[in-house]
C-alpha cells in the first residue's frame, strides 16, 4: 500500500490504536478481550523500538529468526513472554528452546522431537503449536489438516513438549482468509479433547486480525501496525 502521508506515529501511538480496535472488535462480537493475546511481532526493528513498545503495555513479543531473538533479547532484559513465531530449523533448536514461552510453528515430527530432546536436556517442558496449511497453499508452510491427528498422536509420546493448539499464515487470497481462520477453528474443536485441550489459536496479522478475533483466534501476531513499515525486506534465507 503506498502511504502519501507518513506515518509519523510512535510506536507507542500505533500499539494503543491497535489495542483499541482489538478491544472494540472483541466487545463488538461478544468475545472477552482478556482471550486475545496481541504478540508485538519485532522482526528487523531494533531492541529500542521493543522496549518502546513494552514501555506502552505490550506484554508479548514476536521474532522470526534465531539470531534477532538472541540479539534482542539480553538488550531488552525486561519482564517479557517472547514467541518464536518464525520457520525454526532443526540446527537452531537448541538456541531457541527455554528462551520463549512459545514456539508458534511446529511443522514436522522431527522439528517437535528435536525441540523435546532439548528441552529434556535442560529441564523444561516446552510449549509449541503445530503450524497447519489450512487453506492448501503450496507456498505456505504447515502440514496439512489430514496429517494434524497423527502428529498430535506422535507429540503426544514426547514428555518435554506441550502441543497448546494451532496456528496459520493467512492465504495469498484475501477472499478465502474468513473461510481459512474460521477452518483453523473447526479443525481445533474436532481434535481437542480433555487431555488435550488445544486452547490456542495463532492467526491473524496486521490486514487482518479483526476476521481473526471473530473466527476465535487467541493470539494476533501483528507487527507493522504496531511498529511501522520494516526497514528492509525480509530476506528468508537469512533464518
Ligand atoms: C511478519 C509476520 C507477522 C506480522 O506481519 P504484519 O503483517 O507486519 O503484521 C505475523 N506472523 C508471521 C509468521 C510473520 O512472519
Known amino acids: 500500500m503506498t502511504e502519501l502521508v507518513p506515518d509519523v506515529r510512535t510506536v507507542a501511538m500505533r500499539w494503543w490504536d491497535v489495542r483499541d480496535k482489538v478491544v472494540h472488535t472483541c466487545m463488538r462480537i461478544g468475545r472477552d478481550p482478556s482471550e486475545v493475546t496481541i504478540v508485538a511481532v519485532a522482526k528487523k526493528h531494533t531492541a529500542a523500538a521493543v522496549r518502546e513498545a513494552i514501555a506502552a ?3 508479548d513479543i514476536g521474532e522470526n529468526y534465531v539470531q534477532e531473538l538472541l540479539d534482542k533479547q539480553p538488550a531488552v532484559a525486561t519482564q517479557v513472554r517472547w514467541h518464536f513465531i518464525g520457520r ?3 540446527n537452531k533448536v537448541r538456541q531457541v528452546v527455554g528462551r520463549v514461552a512459545l514456539i508458534h510453528a511446529v511443522d514436522s515430527l522431527a522439528l517437535a522431537q528435536e525441540i523435546d530432546k532439548r528441552a529434556a536436556a535442560i529441564g523444561v517442558v516446552q510449549p509449541i503449536l503445530l503450524a497447519v496449511n489450512i487453506a492448501g497453499d503450496d507456498a505456505k508452510g504447515g502440514v496439512t489438516p489430514a496429517s494434524a491427528p497423527m502428529l498430535l498422536g506422535a507429540f503426544a509420546g514426547l ?3 506441550r502441543c497448546d493448539g494451532f496456528m496459520t499464515m493467512p492465504p495469498e487470497d484475501p477472499v478465502a482468509t474468513a473461510t481459512a481462520f474460521n477452518g483453523l477453528r473447526e479443525l481445533r474443536d474436532r481434535l481437542r479433547a480433555p487431555h488435550l485441550p488445544l486452547p490456542i489459536l495463532s492467526m491473524g496479522m496486521t490486514g487482518d486480525f479483526e476476521q481473526a478475533i ?3 483466534a487467541t493470539h494476533l501476531r501483528i507487527g507493522t501496525a504496531i511498529f511501522g513499515e520494516r526497514p528492509a ?3 528468508d534465507t537469512l533464518t
Open 159 to 161: 514428555a518435554n513438549l
Open 233 to 235: 525486506p525480509v530476506d
Open 214 to 216: 471473530a473466527a476465535g
Open 57 to 59: 503495555g505490550v506484554t
Open 88 to 90: 525454526l530449523q532443526r
